[in-house]
């Protein structure tokens, strides 16, 4: 069973930066994609970034040139680098692993973020 623990949130000024991290435990060995997501109050969660097991990233359009993935394998390991914090990045984070074969759609419980003078 994979189990997810996210770490990193708090409350940062406008144009701050945190850096969230996501470990995993439990077998994610080919794994297709490990993201971050993000949910405001009265708001959908919405994917914020996602790096495939190939190493390839994408970005929310509102998130591109501030936020940045990566993941270190041998520490199971994502991260999620956010410069230039604005108010409207305030949410709760969630790190998600998915894998088609095993079957994999872990969540962790989520971390907040709040971008507040």
């Known amino acids: 069973q994979v189990q997810l623990v996210e770490s990193g949130g708090g409350l940062v000024q406008p144009g701050g930066s945190l850096r969230l991290s996501c470990a995993a435990s439990?077998?994610?060995?080919?794994?297709?994609?490990m993201g971050w997501y993000r949910q405001s109050p009265g708001k959908q969660r919405e994917l914020v970034a996602i790096?495939?097991?190939?190493?390839?990233?994408d970005y929310a359009d509102s998130v591109k040139g501030r936020f940045a993935i990566s993941r270190d394998n041998a520490k199971n390991t994502v991260y999620l680098q956010m410069n230039f914090l604005n108010p409207e990045d305030t949410a709760v984070y969630y790190c998600?692993?998915?894998?088609?074969?095993?079957?994999?759609?872990?969540w962790g419980k989520g971390t907040l973020v709040t971008v507040s003078s």
């Open positions: 998600n692993v998915y894998r088609a074969r095993p079957y994999v759609n872990a």
């Open positions: 439990g077998n994610i060995f080919g794994f297709n994609g």
């Open positions: 790096i495939l097991s190939s190493g390839d990233t």
